[in-house]
């Protein structure tokens, strides 16, 4: 059976609970994502999705008096087990933010910064890896000749892009992605999602999003939280059409939230 | 509503406001003008001795003639010592309390004390370098102990503009590099430091400046009256330009003879600081407009 399930399934929670402090933000999480497919998370502000997404590769370990209980299990194995190195975790487990967050660097110094600092350093390796993963992020065209120039002087739709492609030269597993096109104009947005639609090829996608017409267009399936607790989770087109539980509905039916 | 047509209680209100604006001017006015009439009378007084000769040789005769060289050298190995020592513990101190400690008591507790420690009167740290470097450790009265003491003296200033500098690196990028599975002493080496650099360094150039002109860590610990030849090593002493000034001024039997020596060494302290302070405020300009985020 277990094995069975690993064709499909590349990351789970089981029991999550995660307070920041007293406050509980999370309650009995439980939820499998599927390998090479986009879920999205959705919900009203404060419910707990960008906590869950940030759970999954351990980047809430940076927030004091923040505690998790329960596993995460990244191909079978536990990622807060003691054992484990959270740094480990989150090159196989990238992430992509709300506000496009390039370094100060150039545009080449971006996409080779986490490799390099991980052991590639031989600069033709570099390089190709640098056109790959632009390409990737379908930004190759747009900057191929402007390399060496800082990252800060493209445009906001163009950095996320870039930002993406950052994460990709890590060659991960899985991409998280917090409400990344959430500060972007809609021409921006709508290249982002094409670019998800393609990448999902590759790469699983878990994308927290707050625009449900968004979560409806490019995820396969999605999960609606609602105060700390998973109400719903179901494929997309099933939640946004015919959703088992009426909170859920209120919801994208724009009743509450 | 002109002046005329106004109420009482606004004019009154009115006089209020301008009596207030005019006191605030005033005090700007009077500052400016102690400041600009301590400068003004420095460099009168001062401008006559300055000679390139005076820059460049030892002085001669019980030091009532000749120039200040040994003590302009011996004031640049003090404060280049001093920031040798105090940049990197500083540095170290203030990427431990704003990127590893966990804030709480104990931080709470180090950054009272290094708040103390820059209110510490500076003729303590002289006692305390006289105790500890001079005469317990046995380096004696030497370029070693004041540049040491002088190293202590400014560490809080280093210390504070370091933290300031790093907490004002954005949140975000820490984030970026960490989530690429890169370390977080890898993420403070190659993200957080480079760009809180220009901070750190506006903050240790400030502090260079203050123990260029210090008299009191130094007049145990490193300083001589005169010195008959240029230090050889860390464990000589030295003469320095604030001490100098404090010697002319006080000791010996020369004072009004050297006067004009004494306006000559201030105004070359007071320039070395104020240059300093120049150079710091240059890079600081010119990494702001480096900077974009």
């Known amino acids: ?257 | 509503m002109t002046r005329q047509t106004m109420s009482g209680a606004m004019k009154r209100r009115y006089f209020k406001q301008h009596l207030f604006f005019g006191a605030v001017l005033l005090s700007a006015i009077i500052l400016t003008l102690a400041l600009g009439g301590i400068l003004f009378y420095i460099l009168v007084n001062g401008i006559q001795v300055i000679s390139w000769e005076f820059l460049t040789s030892p002085p001669t005769d019980s030091m009532t003639k000749g120039g200040i060289m040994p003590a302009i050298l011996g004031t640049l190995y003090l404060t280049l010592g001093a920031i040798t020592v105090a940049l990197p513990l500083g540095v170290v101190a203030a990427i431990y309390l704003t990127e590893y400690a966990k804030q709480g008591r104990t931080v709470r507790a180090i950054r009272v004390g290094v708040n103390c420690l820059a209110g510490v009167p500076s003729v303590v740290f002289g006692l305390f370098g006289l105790g500890f470097f001079v005469v317990f450790l046995k380096f004696g009265s030497s370029i070693l102990s004041g540049a040491l003491t002088l190293g202590i003296l400014i560490l809080p200033t280093i210390i504070g503009a370091s933290e300031e500098a790093l907490k004002g690196v954005p949140q975000t990028f820490r984030e970026a590099s960490l989530a690429l599975g890169v370390s977080k002493w890898l993420t403070i080496w190659k993200i957080v430091l480079p760009n809180a650099l220009p901070g750190i360094l506006t903050g240790s150039i400030l502090g260079i400046g203050r123990a260029a002109g210090e008299t009191a860590p130094i007049m145990f610990t490193a300083a001589a009256f005169f010195t008959p030849r240029l230090p050889q090593s860390v464990f000589d002493e030295v003469m320095a330009l604030p001490y100098h000034v404090y010697v002319l001024a006080t000791a010996g039997t020369h004072i009004e003879q050297t006067r004009p020596i004494q306006y000559g060494t201030v105004l070359v302290l007071v320039a070395l600081v104020l240059g300093i302070d120049l150079i710091a405020i240059i890079i600081r300009s010119y990494m702001r407009r480096k900077k974009r985020w």
């Open chain 1, 1 to 257: 059976m277990e094995n069975n399930h690993f064709d499909t399934e590349i990351i789970k929670t089981k029991n999550i609970n995660f307070y920041y402090g007293a406050f509980k933000a999370l309650t009995d999480i439980t939820m499998n994502f599927e390998k090479r497919k986009v879920t999205a998370l959705i919900g009203p502000s404060g419910c707990g999705k960008s906590t869950l997404l940030r759970l999954l590769n351990r980047m809430n370990d940076l927030i004091d008096g923040a505690r998790v209980e329960g596993e995460v299990l990244f191909e079978g194995m536990n990622i807060y087990d003691p054992e484990v190195d959270p740094v480990e975790v989150r090159r196989r487990i990238g992430m992509v933010f709300q506000k496009p967050n390039p370094f100060p660097k150039s545009i080449f110094n971006n996409i080779t910064y986490g490799p390099r600092l991980t052991g590639t350093a031989n600069k033709s390796d570099l390089e190709a890896l640098a056109e790959q993963s632009l390409k990737q992020a379908v930004l190759w065209d747009e900057v191929k000749d402007i390399l060496g120039r800082s990252a800060m002087t493209l445009s906001g739709g163009q950095q996320q892009r870039l930002c993406i492609a950052r994460a990709l030269a890590m060659k991960p597993d899985i991409l998280l992605m917090d409400e990344p096109t959430s500060a972007l104009d809609p021409i921006s947005t709508a290249k982002i999602e094409e670019l998800i639609d393609e990448l999902k090829k590759t790469y699983t996608i878990i994308i927290v999003t707050h625009n449900m017409q968004q979560a409806a267009r490019i995820s396969d399936k999605t999960g609606f939280f609602y105060i700390g607790k998973l109400i719903e989770y179901n494929a997309t087109e099933k939640i946004f059409t015919n959703p088992d539980i009426k909170q859920t509905e209120d919801y994208i039916t724009g009743r509450f939230g």
